[in-house]
């Protein structure tokens, strides 16, 4: 009996959207020893809680895929990209990563949307969403980094950066969270 409830050319996407998280994880693991290599223990402490996340989407993808009778196809994960030259290189390279990953969420929803698979244009609003929150708070930190100096910011002010991202969650505010009271 035949279980799969995916499409070939959905399943197709979501098995890149799997490597594609899966590939993120990696470059965020590679970025944060970067970072501790530099003596940036608060950035790394983030980027590895970020590599987390990232297996931590890779696995709802596949855990979706199986759900819905679909078998998930394991790649090998491509190498991640050379080290930053500096924190500000390093952001800026997060955040064109996340965009990368966005137009991948984005080709799963495409997807989704031509097959009328409504269960997985469903499933995949929680990682717009979430896209959405990861761009928001690479661009903040770009925007920090640049008004303490960009390339040139001083180390004191780097080092303000390191100690704040030690706590910082990494989740951005929701616009759809937002009222008049509390616009953020």
Request: proline share 4%.
């Amino acid at each position: 009996m035949k279980t799969n409830r995916l499409s070939e050319s959905v399943t197709q996407v979501l098995n890149k959207q799997l490597l594609m998280e899966a590939h993120a994880a990696q470059i965020y693991l590679s970025y944060a020893i970067w970072a501790d290599s530099e003596g940036y223990d608060g950035i790394s402490d983030f980027l590895l809680r970020h590599a987390d996340e990232e297996r931590d989407h890779m696995t709802k993808v596949m855990q979706y895929m199986m759900l819905r009778g679909g078998k998930p196809k394991i790649e090998a994960i491509p190498a991640p990209p050379e080290d930053p030259t500096s924190i500000y290189e390093c952001f800026h390279k997060v955040l064109e990563h996340e965009v990368n990953n966005t137009n991948g969420v984005y080709n799963c929803v495409n997807a989704a949307f031509e097959e009328k698979d409504w269960a997985t244009w469903n499933f995949m609003q929680w990682f717009v969403k979430e896209q959405v929150e990861e761009e928001t708070f690479a661009l903040d930190l770009i925007d920090k980094i640049e008004i303490a100096g960009g390339v040139e910011a001083p180390k004191a002010a780097l080092y303000i950066i390191n100690q704040e991202l030690m706590s910082k969650s990494g989740e951005a505010p929701s616009a759809e969270d937002a009222t008049a009271d509390s616009p953020v």
